[in-house]
């Protein structure tokens, strides 16, 4: 009994790492005012360069960084739009929903013979297990607490990722202007603060975490990157930060609640317990949309998210 609850909450922390990367991005970037519904599409184009570039390289952490790039790159597209050009914020988004899973599979395909998905990186080559060595030479690799703490080091790096966004936002003066620009842009602005950089500045870094929840699946989670990979994992990622309330250590828990679902598929599906398969698979999105019905009329998103800013006007 004790070893089954640590195999679910081992892959509960396993499966709600990518999305406690993804939802921080979408934190960071509607707390300066910018919604950002792109971030599956960001998500999805950094699994894939994460996967490429980690068979290619053989090298997990570059493929790491390179992955975040990718998805910071896209992002810059959404600012473009919706912060220089004052674009709808979430036509943007939907667009970038295409543009990323499209610029994937036509990359995918040209750097793998024409294949949909890339081939498997060495198992050699994943995102290491800090812990592995001390479980190991303990003899305790099937134990409780291996189940729970061995885990990659993306999981690790992850909740350091909430301290730290918890740390600038609400701590650092850095911190104080983003959440200003969120709140009120013109007050922020008579006040000397630049609302287009800082807007800038955080849907690039929004797009950066998603880009790394999806290396997060392709290079620890899975050893692959393939079209049906994240498949709407970056939705759910913005369906904890609302339910998180726009907060980096609430989205961290709505993720691990997300999180758990995935692991009750897991395991039901490797037990005796006859449970349709399809029922399994529509599990995490049926609480997903649950925890937003009861939710998300109690949230309180800032005032200026989705609000594009006019510098002088009325």
């Given at each position: ?6 195999i ?7 499966y ?14 509607e ?15 950094g ?12 090298n997990?952490?570059i ?10 790159l ?14 709808q914020?979430?036509?943007?988004g ?9 610029l ?14 890339t ?22 690799q ?10 990659y080091?993306?999981?690790y790096?992850?909740?350091l ?12 003066r ?56 994240i498949?709407g ?5 913005l ?7 726009w ?5 961290m828990?709505?993720c ?7 692991g ?9 317990i ?20 009861v939710?998300v ?9 989705g609000i ?7």
């Amino acid at each position: 009994m004790l070893d089954n609850i640590g195999i679910i909450i081992g892959i509960t922390l396993m499966y709600a790492t990518p999305l406690i990367y993804t939802a921080l991005g979408g934190v960071i970037s509607e707390n300066s005012g910018v919604v950002n519904i792109g971030l599956e599409g960001m998500m999805t184009l950094g699994a894939f360069v994460g996967a490429a570039v980690g068979y290619y390289m053989g090298n997990p952490w570059i493929a790491f960084l390179a992955a975040g790039a990718a998805g910071g790159l896209l992002a810059l597209c959404h600012a473009i739009a919706s912060v220089t050009f004052n674009a709808q914020q979430v036509v943007s988004g939907i667009a970038i929903n295409f543009i990323g899973p499209g610029l994937a599979m036509f990359l995918s395909r040209l750097f793998f013979k024409g294949a949909t998905m890339t081939k498997a990186i060495d198992i050699n080559h994943k995102i290491p297990k800090p812990l592995d060595p001390i479980f190991e030479g303990l003899s305790l690799q099937d134990s409780f607490l291996a189940q729970i703490f061995n885990q990659y080091a993306t999981v690790y790096i992850a909740f350091l990722l909430v301290f730290a966004m918890w740390f600038v936002m609400y701590k650092t003066r850095f911190g104080m202007r983003l959440r200003a620009v969120g709140e009120h842009p013109r007050a922020a602005d008579t006040l000397g603060i630049n609302v287009y950089r800082i807007r800038y500045i955080c849907v690039i870094l929004s797009g950066v975490f998603a880009g790394l929840g999806g290396a997060a699946m392709s290079l620890a989670v899975v050893s692959l990157f393939s079209p049906t990979l994240i498949s709407g994992q970056g939705f759910i990622a913005l369906a904890a930060m609302i339910f998180g309330n726009w907060k980096p250590q609430g989205a961290m828990g709505a993720c691990l609640l997300f999180g758990a679902a995935q692991g009750l598929v897991v395991f039901l599906g490797g037990t005796s317990i006859r449970v349709p398969s399809q029922l399994l698979s529509m599990l995490p999105y049926l609480i997903t949309l649950i925890v937003l019905a009861v939710f998300v009329g109690r949230s309180r998103m800032p005032k200026a998210d989705g609000i594009p800013y006019e510098k002088g006007g009325g």
